[in-house]
């Protein structure tokens, strides 16, 4: 064990040292996953020829699924029928995901149905689209599912005795 015995001297340098070590890879970290690596060049930007400056735009992803084209028409037809309660289950880090099954969410409410519940699922992903899980179907839940596919997005629905409670699962657009 005589390696470790250094004078004072000699351990200020060592941590210096190591005190280095430890800024230039947090600093090479940070410059290798900063915001800016979200940016790309846009191609149809209106700087491209005769370019002053950088044309550079944030690659965002807007939420691409939505149910406002059919919302007023759900929402009028769902007040004809009783109130429901509802699950919202959809997989967690999509924010495309997220706002569509908030969209859901809220407009049910607004019908006076009931939440029971907003899960996020951590452990992976639900099938892509929009899937309407009952015990039974009826009138309120084959609405739900044509007017969705309406809008343009893709119902899978799914009949089980498991199923005490309309579940809505909201999976990935693609």
């Known amino acids: ?44 930007s209106i700087n491209t020829i005769g370019q002053i400056g950088n044309n550079s735009v944030v690659n965002n992803i807007l939420p691409q699924r939505t149910i406002l084209s059919v919302k007023n028409e759900l929402t009028s037809k769902l007040r004809l029928y ?3 309660d509802f ?19 809220t ?9 029971i519940s907003y899960e996020y699922r951590f452990d992976g992903y639900y099938p892509t689209g929009v899937t309407i899980e009952v015990q039974e179907v009826n009138k309120e839940s084959q609405l739900l599912a044509d007017l969705f596919a309406q809008a343009g997005l893709k119902v899978i629905g799914n009949k089980t005795l498991k199923s005490e409670i309309l579940t809505i699962y909201v999976g990935p657009s693609k």
């Open 1 to 44: 064990m005589k390696f470790l015995k250094f004078t004072k001297n000699q351990w200020i340098g060592v941590v210096g040292v190591l005190a280095t070590l430890f800024i230039g890879v947090a600093t090479t970290y940070y410059q290798q996953n900063t915001p800016e690596q979200n940016i790309v060049a846009s191609p149809n």
């Open 87 to 105: 699950k919202i289950k959809l997989s967690y880090g999509g924010v495309e995901a997220d706002h569509l099954a908030t969209e859901i969410s």
């Open 82 to 84: 009783p109130r429901q």
């Open 107 to 115: 407009t049910l409410k607004e019908v006076r149905w009931n939440e």
